[in-house]
């Protein structure tokens, strides 16, 4: 009987398991953390009964996932929280701009004195949420196919292909809508004025009109341990506080590793060719990230109060302050300095929606920006003086904060490369070859790839181990779940 091992139990590892086990394949996943979830986990780390998410909160793309939504994990503890707004824009006038799960309200948030830049959002963002489903079933597979939607990917292409720069002001007249297509854009860890950065902004914006932006409810620990749960019951095993260092230890014919590029080489450094090992060396992480874990006394306190419906807000203001932030993150790490362009900000508020994360009238939240790999320094007085900037008196609500460099990043999830939390630059030769031509296959028959350095890359949906666990079926000619 086929036999398969899964190495690491990320949401993509997790999720290249259960389709082995689904097809009859007897599968064991090992993970060398005492708890399943690599970047999808919660814990305690600043006070007791403040509940934090160690790496992402808010789940536009797991809501959405086709393969996610193939399981019955409700049935293992899973449920989303859909704040009564995805997004929210504060901006220095005291207003913010908000992304609401109407189309229509969002477009009239947009309008200024002479700019009607609702009605310019509506014809862009329409088509797209109109037929989201179909959308998201052609972004969530390697970018190299032929679309089922020729006509959906064309209109879809010609936007996403344009830098956000100059497709917001190609766009969009007034600062408002410009700053939200900049802020959900920012998404992308791409300069701004980078081919291709519009995608994820469009798509963020497609997903808030038609799925939401939820959290799930207890946290991200919560989505890891569905998966973990529904894989047990299907047969599978999972042993953690097993570290896997070299495939020697293993004897099973599938091998799916759940881990970067960079870790794959010295696990099989006796089965890849060297060209193959160049390939993955060459492979290029994005910028950092550098984020604070708020315990918080009271809910943060925005001047905007809109800020409290949605459980993500976007700090940096005008489309060129979020610019000039995400360009200074590619900069090379010994040229990066801290009284650079103030931080775009990307802050979760997911106690206001969830009062499991915190004792009763107290809050949990957190914020990141964007450094370049690798960097060392600290950008806490930067990112809470952003805090400060939309919500005054932000640090006297402050009990406890958990700070985390890229190093400490990469320590504690070795996936997250100079604390790159995407798994590799999002470029689009990144995209089409990721993180080789070959995608998750290697050139060891039966060792795959399966993390988010393979396609369709970044974000907790699960599609990137569901698609490499369906091409070792193909390889060993065995039945697909």
């Known amino acids: 009987m086929i036999r398969a091992a899964i190495i690491g139990s990320g949401p993509n590892g997790l999720s290249a398991a259960i389709t082995l086990a689904k097809a009859g394949v007897e599968t064991y996943v090992y993970e060398g ?8 986990r919660t814990a305690e780390i600043t006070l007791p009964g403040f509940h934090h998410d160690l790496g992402s909160s808010i789940y536009p793309m797991g809501i959405a996932s086709p393969f996610f939504q193939s399981l019955p994990l409700e049935d293992y503890g899973l449920r989303w929280i859909e704040p009564p707004a995805p997004l929210a824009h504060p901006l220095d006038d005291g207003t913010a701009v908000m992304l609401e799960h109407s189309l229509d309200e969002t477009a009239a948030g947009l309008n200024e004195a002479g700019f009607n830049d609702g009605a310019a959002y509506k014809r862009l963002m329409q088509p797209l949420a109109n037929q989201w489903p179909a959308l998201c079933r052609e972004i969530m597979v390697p970018i190299l196919h032929w679309p089922a939607r020729p006509m959906l990917m064309a209109r879809f292409g010609v936007y996403a292909a344009h830098p956000a720069t100059l497709l917001a002001r190609m766009l969009f007249r007034g600062t408002r809508a410009r700053a939200l297509f900049a802020g959900n854009a920012a998404h992308s860890v791409l300069p701004l004025e980078s081919p291709f950065s519009s995608a994820v902004g469009l798509v963020l914006g497609a997903a808030a009109h038609a799925t939401g932006w939820p959290i799930a409810a207890s946290g991200a620990q919560a989505i890891s341990n569905a998966l973990a749960g529904y894989f047990q019951s299907l047969g599978g095993r999972i042993q953690t506080g097993r570290w896997i260092s070299s495939l020697t230890e293993l004897d099973e014919q599938i091998v799916l590793c759940d881990v970067s590029p960079r870790h794959l080489i010295p696990l099989a450094v006796r089965d890849l060719p060297p060209d193959y090992s160049l390939g993955l060396r060459n492979f290029r992480y994005g910028p ?15 001047t905007a109060q809109e800020c409290l419906r949605a459980a993500t807000v976007h700090l940096g203001g005008t489309l060129e302050a979020i610019a000039a932030s995400e360009r200074a993150s590619w900069q090379p790490r010994d040229l990066f300095t801290e009284t650079g362009p103030r931080p ?12 499991t994360r915190a004792p009763a009238g107290k809050h949990t939240a957190w914020g990141y920006c964007h450094v370049p790999n690798g960097f060392t320094g600290s950008m806490l007085e930067q990112i809470e003086a952003q805090m400060e900037r939309f919500a005054p008196g932000f640090q006297d609500c402050v009990l406890a904060r958990k700070v985390w460099n890229t190093t400490e990043f990469e320590s504690w999830n070795p996936n997250l490369v100079g604390g790159d939390l995407s ?20 050139p060891k028959k039966g060792l795959y790839l399966c993390s988010a350095s393979t396609p369709p890359g970044g974000g907790v949906h699960g599609m990137c181990g569901y698609l490499a666990a369906t091409t070792a079926l193909q390889d060993f000619k065995l039945n697909r779940a």
Request: no cysteine; net charge positive.
């Open 33 to 40: 953390r005492e708890t399943v979830g690599g970047a999808a």
């Open 344 to 355: 775009f900000v990307l802050v979760a508020q997911p106690s206001l929606f969830d009062p």
């Open 288 to 302: 950092g990230a550098f984020k604070v874990d708020w315990a918080l006394s009271q809910p943060i306190p925005w």
């Open 423 to 442: 798994g590799g630059a999002m470029t689009l030769r990144q995209l089409a070859f990721r993180p080789t031509a070959s995608q998750w296959r290697t």
